[in-house]
């Protein structure tokens, strides 16, 4: 196998799945019409409800969703099954699920006066739904958000070339704010500047490895080089379990993200957050187009970076042992999650994207199209993966990649280093805009009972203590697969909304009513699963050792899973109750609202 | 005076329009956010100032009508939308803070 064929793979699946199927759905079942008014110009505001042509809505939707989820899901996945049944669980998923949830959630709220989905579910299924949703965000926000600063710290702790591209990365996107609001300098001017200086740090990132090791050294040598913490993590020694070690070293790097994310959870989002995350896009994109071109011709002209070098298949639960039980089913279909399906891309579109929809021949190029250049991305990050296979996964991911990009003539040193870059920028980016969602919702779920975490400082420092005690569980593959049980419950909930809205309309509602069921099963057994391994492998070993802080952080894990369970379950009566009584009797739920869309 | 979308509408006929949808595409990208918070800055400024000039429309009298009534021509294309958006009460994940850029 090499890249050449994957790329061919992935792009006879973008065209199949958008000609053959999402199209004859959006004029057999959706039916869309050109002449009919939308939110957008029905309720024109120039702000949230704003026509926007469907290129340029193209390029905003894709940018919101693709990002971090689609390249880690696909480098775990591929290190514990092998790449053929990442790359199998990419096509399906997104032929079948992954569009039809994007693309039918835009269509639910266009239709639906602009509604977002959880106004939809307190319309069509109940009202406790949106009450069982506010706890579902929080939990997925706070499982990503340890996720996330996890890998970050343990990459920038091994990895001292990275750390002056992002200190600079940082100081170019305060600049490139300040530019911008502030001193009223031009975009693309200011985009030279600090994309240029962040890119140029980036590639000196080998001159400066050198003094970042000796920080890294002299923070252990506070403690005569003994760890902080020692943890069971049963994920280690290849899965056989062993004792982790957190160096200062580490918690250093792990409290310098939190600083950086607690200023932009705090700070106008001008300031920081919006800057910064314009920074990195163009970081991110230079390597991904880089690596995406590097990997359809480098087959052809270095065919030494495209052969596949990690096993195609590594079997059904290839991690069985002491470390628990790692199933192909439902494991794999969680691991990887955006790429394939995600559910948060469904809460966006339909606030974000659907309210800007000009005209609803616009809801498919936008909705699906969006998610075939995410499973593109996917499929790239796969792709790196299985054509690395040094060092961890994420240096293989980067070996990989570099590989790619040095096909266009870029020494390799050079190469890797903007992959990782890329790898670092693209999760720090969307780790500081987490904690500042986790503040809001934590601010609107719990502020009324608790009156302090309406201050946003206490809020912000409350989510990064929460994220900081699940890092110190150390067991980073269980917090990833919870996140992804999450995020795809969240897109089996978006399904069923869609389900219950196409019956209660009396349209065709098997196209998304079958991959709900399959989404919404998967899920729920793949947190079962975690949850098990939680408990057994980790929290028992932990407590049994008397090991506190690791004891706590499980524990908290195993309870956020239960809880996972419960809103599930909850969600999923309701839904299913709605779903009989709209079947028997579809009503006039058709019919949009009179009233303004809340 | 021909309308500026007008204007607009005609350069996309002259050019490419492959490569038109290319360029919106990337804008859309890339400088689409800056313009969407500009607008959203731009528009908290004009609330604040229409409810203070014009806040007797609903229901907080702020002002002598006399001088409310002298604003109301420039003002009065943007009291629909303005009603509009104090009428709906928005959900927590529908402040810019939703876009999570991709997770």
């Known amino acids: 196998m090499n890249a050449l064929i994957a790329v061919i793979l992935g792009a006879i699946t973008v065209y199949l799945t958008y000609t053959r199927y999402a199209r004859r759905i959006d004029r057999n079942v959706i039916q869309s019409d050109p002449k009919r008014a939308t939110p957008a110009t029905l309720y024109m505001d120039g702000v949230d409800f704003m026509p926007t042509n469907r290129n340029i809505l193209f390029g905003y939707h894709f940018k919101s969703i693709a990002a971090a989820g689609p390249i880690v899901g696909a480098i775990v996945a591929a290190t514990l099954w092998g790449w053929l049944p990442a790359m199998l669980w990419l096509i399906v998923g997104v032929a079948f699920m992954g569009w039809v949830s994007d693309y039918s959630a835009i269509v639910m709220s266009v239709r639906n006066e602009g509604h977002s989905l959880s106004a939809v579910a307190h319309r069509l299924v109940s009202p406790r739904t949106r009450t069982i949703l506010f706890l579902f965000i929080f939990f997925y926000l706070l499982l990503v958000a340890g996720a996330f600063v996890g890998i970050m710290a343990q990459v920038m702790e091994s990895q001292p070339r990275t750390h002056l591209g992002m200190i600079l990365l940082v100081v170019m996107g305060l600049l490139l704010g300040q530019m911008l609001y502030r001193w009223r300098i031009g975009l693309v001017p200011a985009t030279a500047l600090t994309v240029g200086v962040t890119l140029a740090a980036i590639m000196m990132g080998g001159a400066s490895e050198g003094f970042f090791k000796g920080l890294n050294e002299a923070f252990n040598s506070l403690t005569g080089g003994s760890p902080l913490v020692t943890y069971f993590d049963p994920t280690l020694a290849n899965f056989k379990g062993a004792d982790a070690k957190i160096m200062p070293s580490l918690l250093f790097w792990a409290l310098a993200i939190s600083l950086f994310c607690y200023a932009g959870s705090v700070l106008p989002i001008w300031r920081m957050a919006q800057p910064v995350v314009y920074v990195g896009f163009w970081i991110t994109a230079l390597a991904m187009l880089l690596g995406l071109g590097g990997a359809a011709v480098g087959t052809i002209i270095k065919p030494e970076v495209a052969q596949f070098q990690i096993p195609m298949f590594k079997g059904w639960n290839p991690q069985m042992g002491p470390a628990g039980v790692m199933p192909l089913w439902p494991m794999l279909f969680v691991t990887i999650a955006c790429g394939a399906i995600s559910g948060w891309h469904a809460l966006f579109g339909s606030v974000g994207t659907a309210r800007q929809i000009e005209n609803e021949a616009d809801m498919l190029p936008v909705g699906a199209g969006s998610m075939l250049a995410e499973f593109l991305l996917g499929m790239l990050a796969l792709l790196a993966i299985s054509v690395g296979a040094k060092g961890s996964p994420v240096a293989a991911f980067a070996n990989g990649l570099g590989g790619f990009i040095s096909v266009w003539g870029f020494p390799m040193e050079y190469a890797v280093s903007l992959a990782f870059a890329a790898f670092i920028v693209i999760v720090l980016v969307v780790t500081q805009l987490l904690f500042r969602v986790m503040r809001v919702t934590l601010t609107e779920w719990l502020g009324e009972i608790i009156p302090p975490l309406r201050n946003q400082h206490f809020s912000s420092f409350i989510s990064i203590a929460l994220a900081i005690l699940l890092v110190m569980t150390g067991t980073w593959i269980y917090l990833w697969q919870l996140f992804g049980a999450a995020n795809q419950l969240m897109a089996a909930l978006s399904l069923l909304l869609v389900t219950i809205w196409l019956a209660s309309v009396g349209k065709n509602w098997v196209y998304a009513g079958i991959p709900m069921i399959l989404m919404y099963v998967t899920t729920v057994a793949s947190v079962l699963v975690t949850a098990y391994n939680l408990y057994f492998n980790v929290y028992l070993p932990n407590l049994a050792a008397g090991r506190m802080l690791p004891t706590v952080g499980s524990g908290l894990m195993v309870l956020v899973a239960i809880l996972l369970i419960f809103a599930a379950i909850l969600i999923g009566i309701d839904g299913f109750r709605a779903f009989f009584k709209y079947l028997r009797r579809p009503t006039t739920m058709a019919q949009p609202a009179t009233a303004p869309p809340l | ?103």
């Open chain 2, 1 to 103: 005076m021909m309308p500026a979308n007008a204007i607009e509408g005609r350069h996309r006929e002259t050019v490419n329009p492959m490569w038109q949808a290319v360029k919106d595409f990337f804008y859309g990208m890339t400088g689409y956010q800056f313009v969407h918070h500009a607008r959203e800055m731009r528009h908290e400024a004009e609330s604040i100032f229409l409810v203070v000039t014009l806040g007797d429309l609903v229901g907080i009298p702020v002002m002598p009508p006399v001088y409310a009534l002298r604003l109301l021509p420039f003002v009065a294309p943007e009291i629909a939308a303005w009603k509009r958006q104090l009428a709906r009460r928005k959900e927590f994940w529908e402040k810019e803070e939703y876009d999570l850029h991709g997770v």
